[in-house]
């Protein structure tokens, strides 16, 4: 069925200059962009969009990365689209996440708290309902 998913092109991806290729990608595949804007979060925004992960040790560092820059917040819609942007991201450890991916292609490991893995990418029909609704509630 046509999907929605919230995908975040994160504060290194855009700080390192792959806006254009995390989008290109994404077209390529044949997904359609419903909603695009760059913008800087902030803490209120990211502890809803991370509530999930609220207690974890890597939370408020990872708060803390999200907002060192802007990030470009996109929707992007199609056919199985949340499962299909997993696939183009590639696992969360960007040492491991296969070669390409967005993250295997792009990402790596800086040695700092947080992974710093270029997107986000939501990871059901829930989040990405959630997700949606927190960063364009107009939609
Ligand atoms: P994402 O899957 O978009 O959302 C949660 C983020 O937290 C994840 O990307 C990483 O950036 C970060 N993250 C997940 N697990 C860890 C961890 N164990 N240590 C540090 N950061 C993490």
Redesign the pocket.
Known sequence: DVQRTLV?V?PDGVARGHVGEVLRRIEAKGYTLVALELREADEALLAEH?AE?AG????Q??ID?MRSGPVVAAVVEGQRVIEGFRSLAGT?DPTTAAPGTIRGDLARDWGR?????V???S?SPESAAREIALWFPAL
């Open positions: 975040l994160k991370y992960h974890k040790p890597f939370v560092p990872l990365f969360t708290k947080v992974i710093e893995n997107v986000h990418g990871d």
